[in-house]
């Protein structure tokens, strides 16, 4: 049965209810949202298996792609995402709050209802082509993946990478999925002109704990042998240690950043666990059920790097956090890179070879 109240952050589904294969444990309305349907556990569904919640796709008719951003500690000033949510459904995203400005929610919603974004790469074309237009790269998956799931049929992230190399406009890619090797072609081609970088970011080497926190994401091991894939085909990748979650995988630093200066990584990053709104409160719920011994350690050590809450919004310390125990991880990150011989800066990415090809409708020149 369905219980109807005023809209409030819902606790864990009932067992019955949990499904399988996704992160969250709960789907509340998103906080836009007057009311919200609870689902309660009336002793009927006891022996029910774990339901399967399939991926709803909606077509995104966007007139724009490209975003900008001009937030003082992230690397990029442009960005394009070409789905909103995430199959992935790693339950620490940061995007899941998002979900709400659609009237969805940030748990289940987030990564079952996938909007996608068909005319992206016409988008991206007629950007890149307007007058006075000043190239700078642009960011595929600063907020969702761009190699989720959906993009091995809607194949949408490799037509903006057709579009991009077609302009020799500067790009880069953070990703958790070793589908970005579908597209090895038009990287490398990128990367021979120097256009291209990718991230892939890997939070640890355990496949039990990867499995329940990015449940549909590539396999630890899948995500290192993409980096040894792209680096032997001389695409520069980077190792993205993110996020570092004290008391659960920041044990785990040294041997990832061995792991990916091994599998061939040249550059590597990290940023400590971000919780804003709603993200919060799935955490905690993820917590009670996977990690129930060691939630109230865990998140008292999260707190602990944002002065007592579980999240600070400022910037710089948003993205690396307070205090001693943020401080251990930054001197323990920054020690490992010099003993794996890891640069903590990338390369940039040129820009000079931008053009805006002519079209075959295009007046030819007298000369």
Same mark, same amino acid.
């Given at each position: ?53 399939? $991926?709803? !796709? ?5 007139? /724009? +792609? #490209? *975003? ?8 990029? @000033? ?84 057709? $579009?991009? !190399? ?5 790009? /880069? +890619? #953070? *990703? ?8 090895? @072609? ?86 400590? !666990? ?94």
């Amino acid at each position: 049965m369905n219980a109807i109240t005023p809209a409030r952050q819902s606790e864990a589904l009932p067992t019955p209810f949990q499904p399988s294969g996704r992160g969250a444990k709960s789907n509340a309305s998103g906080r836009f949202e007057r009311t919200t349907s609870q689902p309660v556990d009336d002793g009927w569904h006891s022996e029910a298996p774990p339901r399967q919640i399939k $991926t709803t !796709l909606i077509r995104d008719a966007a007139r /724009s +792609i #490209i *975003t900008s951003n001009d937030s003082p500690d992230i690397s990029f @000033d442009q960005s394009v995402n070409p789905y909103r949510g995430c199959e992935h459904g790693c339950i620490y995203c940061f995007a899941r709050p998002t979900h709400a400005y659609w009237g969805y929610s940030a748990g289940l919603d987030f990564e079952s209802v996938i909007f996608f974004k068909p005319g992206a790469a016409e988008l991206l074309r007629k950007a890149f082509s307007k007058r006075g237009y000043a190239p700078r790269p642009v960011a595929l998956g600063s907020n969702t993946d761009p190699y989720q799931p959906v993009e091995r049929d809607l194949r949408i992230t490799r037509s903006i990478l057709e $579009t991009c !190399l077609a302009f020799r406009h500067p790009v /880069s +890619i #953070i *990703t958790k999925s070793a589908g970005v090797l579908r597209d090895l @072609d038009l990287l490398s081609e990128l990367a021979a002109l120097g256009l291209a970088h990718v991230a892939i970011s890997v939070t640890t080497l355990d496949a039990k704990l990867a499995r329940t926190m990015e449940p549909r994401a590539s396999t630890p091991t899948r995500r290192l042998s993409a980096i040894t894939a792209l680096s032997e085909a001389g695409v520069p990748v980077s190792i993205f240690t993110s996020p570092m979650i004290p008391g659960l995988n920041d044990h785990e630093l040294e041997n990832l950043l061995g792991a990916g200066a091994k599998a061939g990584a040249d550059h590597a990053s990290y940023v400590l !666990l971000r919780l804003p709104l709603e993200v919060e409160p799935l955490f905690r719920q993820w917590l009670s059920v996977e990690r129930p011994l060691s939630a109230k350690k865990i998140m008292g050590l999260i707190e602990s790097t944002r002065g007592g809450k579980a999240y600070d919004s400022r910037f710089h310390a948003r993205m690396r956090g307070e205090g001693p125990v943020a401080e251990l991880i930054r001197a323990r990150f920054e020690r490992a890179c010099r003993a794996n011989g890891l640069s903590r800066k990338v390369a940039p990415l040129r820009t000079d070879l931008f053009t805006v090809p002519e079209k075959d409708s295009d007046q030819l020149s007298l000369f």
